[in-house]
């Protein structure tokens, strides 16, 4: 009886091979998908795919920051991952889970290493989408659990859902959200010498900056600040490695007290190299409108500097899209300050030594 139902059952390698064999097809299903999708969203119109980014379906590429793309989609992916493995009608909550972020996570590998998406993009998207990959893998779960049907007719739904929103979405506007970020550090140095290093910042070295998680993900560093004249009118140039530059006019001189200025990025000298498309600054998703210094006295003739800036966000889902770029420019505001304090310490450090000898 039990060489008989080895028989039929066949070796337990094989049986476990062929399992495994199943596992791995869902998951490449899975990766097709996510990658075809952003292929067909992504590839140029008349041109190779180094082309400039205007693809055939959406000029500028502009479906990618789509709720249709960012959320429906990995949700997709995860449905397909997990309905093209043959249920045994048991609850595999881990499996329907974690498995289609094997699928999303491949997926991003192909895309970074084409060129196809950049890694800023990637990482800040990368939580929603695995997030949305479980809720289709455990739907799929569900439904083969409880024997509904995992017919092509669903699937193929469920695959074109993404691009029938995304072309509803391109023909809307997104929502706008203003968002205010402040920091501030106190500095021990007088009032006098903190405003010669806010108004105009010299070259900054290297070992003056420290590396944060914004830089390692691909933000440039900043180099320099350099303003044109004293006073309302006077023009900064904030300039970033890798070509980025800010164009500040001031439109508030207080001395010693407040700079307050307006922002504008010269876009059309970024390298595409700089920043991932969609989250350039000045363009259709995210801008940084203005930006603000001001001076506070506070005991023992310290000084407390904040930082102010204010940005525009345009996208569908600008409650997490806000939790990024107020992370990304509280970790900037924060470098900039943090290198104005150095140099303010350690000239009034000096200065107190050449007075107290």
């Not at 969203?41 to 590429?61: F, I, K, T, V």
């Not at 289709?136 to 083969?144: E, Q």
């Amino acid at each position: 009886m039990l060489n008989m139902f080895s028989y039929i059952e066949g070796p337990p390698t094989m049986v476990a091979w062929f399992k495994n064999r199943q596992y791995v097809l869902a998951i490449a299903a899975g990766i097709i998908y996510g990658v075809g999708l952003r292929l067909i969203l992504h590839w140029p119109l008349g041109g190779p795919m180094n082309a400039p980014r205007e693809s055939m379906w959406y000029p500028n590429d502009l479906w990618v920051m789509s709720f249709g793309f960012l959320i429906v989609a990995p949700v997709t992916v995860g449905w397909i991952t997990i309905a093209s493995t043959p249920s045994d009608g048991r609850y595999h909550w881990a499996g329907w889970i974690f498995r289609p972020w094997i699928a999303v996570l491949l997926s991003y590998a192909v895309l970074l290493l084409a060129v196809i998406e950049g890694a800023i993009c990637l990482i800040f998207a990368l939580p929603v989408t695995l997030v949305c990959a479980s809720i289709g893998g455990v739907a799929a779960g569900l439904a083969g659990r409880h024997r509904y049907r995992h017919g092509r007719a669903t699937t193929l739904c469920l695959a074109v859902l993404p691009l029938a929103l995304c072309a509803i979405e391109a023909q809307l506007d997104g929502p706008l959200a203003m968002r205010t970020v402040n920091t501030s550090t106190v500095i021990h140095a007088p009032v006098a010498v903190v405003w010669m290093n806010v108004k105009s910042v010299p070259r900054i070295d290297h070992e003056e900056v420290r590396r944060t998680w914004t830089h390692f993900i691909g933000f440039p560093l900043p180099v320099e600040a350099t303003l044109d004249h004293d006073g309302i009118g006077g023009v900064r140039h904030a300039t970033f490695e890798g070509g980025l530059l800010f164009v500040e006019t001031i439109d508030e001189w207080q001395p010693e007290q407040r700079l307050g200025f307006t922002i504008a990025a010269d876009t059309a000298h970024i390298p595409p190299t700089t920043l991932d498309e969609h989250v350039t600054i000045g363009g259709r998703y995210f801008d940084v409108l203005d930006g603000e210094y001001w001076l506070e006295p506070v005991a023992n003739g310290d000084v407390l500097l904040h930082l102010r800036s204010r940005q525009r966000l345009n996208t569908d889902f600008n409650a997490y899209a806000a939790l990024w770029t107020d992370a990304v420019m509280r970790d900037l505001q924060e470098s900039i300050l943090e290198v104005v304090k150095h140099r303010c310490e350690a000239q009034a450090g000096r200065v107190s030594a050449r007075l107290n000898p």
